[in-house]
């Protein structure tokens, strides 16, 4: 049984940062794609960030680029989601998915096997 639990949420003022983590048990994550995903009040499940197998290749939505930083350690069966510069448009609830056996970054929800529950994200003005 694949779990994935979520954490590094929280309050936080504009212009400062969090660093969440997704942590996987079940199965060793060093051969999945990662990906991060977003949902806020009354609007779909958006992508965030991806991370390919090996650590590789990344991918991010365009509103993100430049202050988000996806990462993993696959001796930890963990991946990291470092936010800077977080504004109130960041807020949402936080996912993390994982997806064996992708050479790409997937970046779509029917893409991903496995969700975590999710970690609430709130960045006030």
């Known amino acids: 049984q694949v779990q994935l639990k979520e954490s590094g949420g929280g309050l936080v003022q504009a212009g400062g940062s969090l660093r969440l983590s997704c942590a996987a048990s079940?199965?060793?994550?060093?051969?999945?794609?990662i990906g991060w995903f977003r949902q806020a009040p009354g609007k779909e499940r958006e992508f965030v960030a991806g991370?390919?197998?090996?650590?590789?290749?990344?991918r991010y939505t365009d509103s993100v680029k430049g202050r988000f930083t996806i990462s993993r350690d696959n001796a930890k069966n963990t991946v990291y989601l470092q936010m800077n510069r977080l504004n109130p448009e960041d807020t949402a609830v936080y996912y993390c998915?994982?997806?064996?056996?992708?050479?790409?970054?997937?970046?779509?929800?029917?893409?991903?096997?496995?969700w975590g529950q999710g970690t609430q994200v709130t960045i006030s003005s």
């Open positions: 998915a994982v997806r064996w056996g992708l050479q790409h970054v997937p970046m779509t929800r029917n893409e991903f096997e496995y």
């Open positions: 991370i390919s197998w090996s650590g590789g290749w990344t």
């Open positions: 079940g199965r060793t994550f060093s051969s999945a794609a």
